[in-house]
C-alpha cells in the first residue's frame, strides 16, 4: 500500500513517468525564447472556526500565517525559481470552514482535532492511509 510520501513524490514526477511511458525530452534550444507558462488555480482554504462565540478560525487560533500570505509568498517564490516562466493566477478562491476530509470521508471536529495535536488523542488512521487521486481541471 502507497504511502503519503510515495502519493506526494509521485505528484512531483512528470505525467509520463506516472503513465509508464518515457518521453523524450526536446533538445534545449538557446535561440529560442522562454515560453511563459501561466496556470490558473482555484484555491481552496480550509480554515474552520473553532469559537463560534467569537469567531476564532483555527489559523488564528495556532498563530498561523495568514493564508493570504502564504499564497503570496509561494506564488512569489515559483516566480523567482523560474525566472518568471512559471507564474500562478488564483481564478477562484474558496474559503471552507471545515476540516478537509479525512480518508473514508471522515472529518475532525473542531474539539478532536485539538485533542490530537495537543496527545490528548491518537491521530486517526485515516491518516495514515493512502491519499485520494487528486483531479486536475484546466481553466
Do not use: C
Request: glycine content about 6%; overall charge neutral.
Amino acid at each position: 500500500m502507497p504511502s503519503l510520501w510515495d502519493f506526494l513524490r509521485s505528484l512531483m514526477s512528470p505525467a509520463s513517468s506516472r503513465s509508464g511511458k518515457k518521453q523524450p525530452l526536446p533538445a534545449d534550444n538557446l535561440l529560442e525564447p522562454v515560453r511563459i507558462i501561466t496556470a490558473h488555480v482555484l484555491l481552496v482554504v480550509y480554515d474552520p472556526v473553532m469559537d463560534p462565540a467569537t469567531g476564532l478560525t483555527l489559523s488564528r487560533m495556532m498563530k498561523w500565517n495568514r493564508p493570504e500570505d502564504l499564497v503570496t509568498g509561494y506564488i512569489q517564490d515559483i516566480l523567482q525559481a523560474s525566472n518568471g516562466a512559471a507564474r500562478f493566477q488564483i481564478v477562484e478562491r474558496v474559503q471552507l470552514n471545515e476540516f478537509p476530509p479525512l480518508i473514508g470521508g471522515t472529518r475532525f471536529t473542531s474539539q478532536s482535532y485539538l485533542d490530537v495535536i495537543t496527545n490528548r488523542q491518537p491521530a486517526p488512521d485515516a491518516l495514515a492511509g493512502p491519499a485520494p487521486q487528486s483531479t486536475q481541471a484546466d481553466y
